[in-house]
């Protein structure tokens, strides 16, 4: 803690004479002159022995330079402290101490020096230890952990805003005030990086992350150390740089794993049957890609255009529909026959040389896109008659059935059949 003119006053026994004696010093310095404010940079406790005149002008040029106290040596120039002077310092509130002869100068100069000595001692330590703690957070919490650490550190609030200006991560978040229009100017400051003011008696520091502005460090305490949070600041730009990197290898691994599956390679991780959808923001979890600039998700379940049920060797007829889907403007791909425009006639025509029980076959295979024992089942015949079945159906038709062309026909044909 500072060394105020009370403390110095206590402990070197020197008496105090006037004015306030509570502001901390910031240094000591012994004049003589007159005039000596051209040299003071302000807290300075001056140390004079009165052999230049002092009286209320001199005191006042002293507190417009901002000295914090006048040390009064007795003994040589003058027995007493002059009573003008005493007068003087009381009315504009300078502290005022006497310093008798048996208290040399120099020892008040050591005892401020030894107490700034160690407040900077006392402040490196703890910025070692705040860096140490942060640096902590960050391998074991990461992003998250710093915030909440930084938050504990400076006994305050701290909040991560992403670039839209929404808290990501927050330490008591409950007690954050209203940034949006601090956040408003520091964007709008011609490439201002950092702000720092008071907002309802709390300091607030704001600290973009980044030379792409990842986001934006809220600070507020009582009274927080600004190089703590710009090592917080630090780790945090770092943090969410490692995160970048992260995400895009994530990304690419998981288009790759899509091309994979579009050309019939499986994956592990996928359910035995789902949907192919098209999304327009990713899931928090599941498999998901990106391809051809859109979202893809494949889930059993999702708020998205969808396929048909597809297994992880049909993902390429599944994306094919989703993307039909999503033209058309339905939101599944069975939706699709019942939006599309067929021409009169259509259905007779292609389902004319099917008998009834061909028909049945070729709805109930369709329904379950292809799959021989889940249709064969629905059926009740085994799944060697329903292989016969289709055969006979490609042999009526004169094409086959591996086409996704004619399996779309016959299911269209065949919901129009059915209406």
């Known amino acids: 803690m500072p060394i105020t003119l009370r403390d110095l006053a206590r402990t070197l026994r020197l008496p105090v004479l006037a004015g306030d004696v509570s502001r901390p010093v910031g240094w000591v310095h012994g004049t003589e002159l007159a005039d000596p404010t051209p040299f003071l940079e ?38 007493v402290v002059p009573p003008e002077l005493v007068e003087a310092a009381a009315g504009a509130g300078l502290g005022l101490v006497e310093v008798p002869r048996e208290v ?16 900077e001692y006392a402040a490196l330590t703890r910025m070692s230890e705040a860096q140490r ?4 957070a960050a391998v074991r919490g990461g992003v998250a952990g710093v915030v909440r650490r930084l938050g504990q550190w400076v006994d305050g609030w701290v909040v991560l805003l992403d670039a839209a200006g929404e808290p990501v991560h927050a330490h008591n978040l409950r ?50 150390d600004p190089g703590i949070v710009n090592t917080a600041a630090s780790l945090l730009t770092l943090a969410l740089a490692q995160n970048d990197a992260v995400d895009a290898a994530h990304r ?23 949907r192919v959808f098209l999304a327009d923001e990713p899931p ?81 295979w369709l329904t379950h896109h292809g799959a021989w024992d889940p249709a064969a089942a629905q059926l009740g015949v085994h799944r060697h008659t329903l292989r016969n079945r289709v055969r006979k159906a490609e042999q009526a038709l004169g094409r086959s059935l591996d086409s996704p062309g004619l399996r779309a026909e016959l299911w269209l044909a065949l919901h129009r059949e059915g209406q």
């Open 252 to 274: 690419e691994l998981r288009a790759g794993q899509f091309r994979l599956l579009l050309n019939g390679i499986p994956v592990d991780g996928l359910p035995e049957r789902f």
């Open 284 to 364: 928090e979890g599941g498999f998901w890609a990106e391809h051809d600039g859109r979202i893809v998700v494949l889930a059993q379940h999702f708020d998205g255009t969808a396929s048909s049920e597809v297994d992880i060797t049909e993902v390429a007829r599944g994306y094919r529909e989703a993307c039909q889907a999503r033209q058309a403007g339905v939101r599944r791909f069975e939706d699709l026959a019942g939006s599309l425009e067929v021409p009169e006639g259509f259905a007779d025509a292609l389902l004319g040389p099917l008998d009834p029980e061909t028909r049945e076959t070729l709805r109930v």
């Open 42 to 79: 302000g807290g300075e406790l001056l140390l004079t022995t009165g052999l230049a005149v002092v009286g209320a002008e001199y005191v006042e040029r002293l507190v417009r330079a901002g000295v914090v106290g006048l040390g009064f040596g007795t003994g040589l120039g003058h027995d």
């Open 104 to 119: 040399p100068f120099i020892a008040i100069s050591k005892a401020v020096s030894k107490t700034l000595a160690a407040d």
């Open 133 to 136: 703690a942060l640096s902590r």
């Open 175 to 224: 007690l954050v005030p209203d940034l949006t229009g601090e956040l408003a100017r520091l964007r709008t400051a011609g490439g201002l990086a950092s702000a720092a003011f008071e907002l309802d008696g709390v300091h607030v520091f704001l600290q973009v992350l980044g030379s792409r502005a990842r986001g934006v460090l809220a600070v507020g305490a009582a009274s927080p």
